[in-house]
């Protein structure tokens, strides 16, 4: 018996993840003069007590609108807290709005989703809040007409883009390597390999082979394995153009943060599938990024996946390591883990053509929000949600020339790590951290500690 695997060149979609610390990002203080904005008692180690908003103080001032996508349960309480705590009170926001929450999406039959995502690709910018991916239950829970597909998935299908994941560190929360002293950025390439193969159990006496039929209907045949007993198969595929544009945007991306480019893959053995990639990286580093990469005293290093895994683990970290699909899906968990926790780890969406989303890699945080609606108050971390309001509020000032805003973007974010160190924090924080003084707050009175420091940071 024969079973034939087509591979057919073919053109899709892929996708990237990343994490953030502030450890290695100098914070610049432009010495602007801000009027006082708020007034409040402020206790350093818990919360701020009042404040009143000075409806005369200047707010910083926005040239083109940030693409809002609001999402679900308790990350979107956390999504509103943020904006009127942190935003509101500073940045005359100028956002293009999009609510994402599952009601919505299904309202408007997912129709909200597409939109928001093309007006990311018109604007550039996004910052997106966690959103439910419905399953059967959620179709019970929400009375949905059907079981919408993942909006992350939709986005990332129309962006085409790569996720960076990159963990925040903090004092006081060691990550379980000892010697990781900054952040490693996960990069995934999730598109192809086994994500979208074609497989196949076999019976005794079966054999497996791979055919490739050309645009002249001429055919190359490999055999797989002739099989005595049962067993199994697969097929598997990539592109170049996707590798392509993986490898474009995991140069840009470590240039742009001016860190170390890492990519591995098993070479030796898969001599003609995972070499593709190595040679794809290479040649794209010689002839577009080289002289750069030395200009800027940062350097592209590949190797074997398990070399780069031992490195990676006897590193100090402050690297970006590209992984092939399968490879950035484990990792990155790991990764998640072992930098501490999930609420910590922030995600950007970079495609090709220079669009940024913004998110944090966690979801809605469902167990906290049954409890939020039984009127209870939560310790939900909002670390990673105002990390990617920062990215993408820095990131657009960066592309309109509007210096406050990322200054702005870098106090929110100083303020953050800083409220953490002294050792305010919600709970999950609170029973990982080795400070010896800490006090657990709820969100808000995290939120209000946050602001106390930004304020101070501002002055
Ligand atoms: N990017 C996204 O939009 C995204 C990602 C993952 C899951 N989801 C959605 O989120 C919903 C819940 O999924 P889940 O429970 O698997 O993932 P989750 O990330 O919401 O929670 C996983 C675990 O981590 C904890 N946790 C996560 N973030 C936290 C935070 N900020 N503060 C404190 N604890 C935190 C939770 O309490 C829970 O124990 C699902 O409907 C899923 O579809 C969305």
Known sequence: MSFFLFYQSCYGLFLFTYPISFSDRAFFCHGRTWRTMLQYGYDERTEILKKEVDPMTPKIQMKTPLVEMDGDEMTRILWKMIKDILILPYIDLKSEYYDLGMKHRDDTDDEVTIESALATKKYGVAVKCATITANAARVKEYDLKKMWPSPNGTIRAILDGTVFRKPIMVKGIAPLVRNWEKPITIARHAFGDIYKNTELRIPAGGKAELVVTDAQGRQTRRTIHEFKGEGITQGIFNTDESIRSYAHACFDYALSVKEDLWFATKDTVSKIYDHRFKDIFQEI?????????????????????????????????????????????????????AFGSL?????????????????????????????????????????????????????????????????????????????????????????????????????????????????????
């Open 343 to 459: 609420a910590m780890m922030t995600s950007v969406l970079v495609s090709p053509d220079g669009n940024y989303e913004y998110e944090a890699a966690h979801g809605t945080v469902q167990r906290h929000y049954y409890k939020y609606l039984k009127g209870e108050k939560t310790s939900t971390n909002p670390v990673a949600t105002i990390f990617a309001w920062s990215g993408a509020l820095r990131k657009r000032g960066e592309l309109d020339g509007l210096p406050e805003l990322q200054t702005y973007a870098d106090a929110l974010e100083k303020a953050t790590i800083d409220t953490i160190e002294s050792g305010t924090m919600t709970g999950d924080l609170y029973s990982m951290s080795s400070l010896p003084e800490k006090v657990k707050v709820n969100s808000e009175e995290f939120l209000n500690a946050i602001a106390g420091r930004l304020e101070k940071l501002l002055a």
């Open 285 to 337: 580093y010689d002839k577009e990024y080289k002289t750069r990469y030395e200009a800027c005293g940062i350097e592209y290093f590949y190797t074997l996946i398990d070399d780069v895994v031992a490195r990676i683990i006897r590193s100090r970290g402050g690297m970006v390591w590209a992984c092939k699909n399968y490879d950035g899906d484990v990792m990155s968990d790991m990764m998640a883990t």
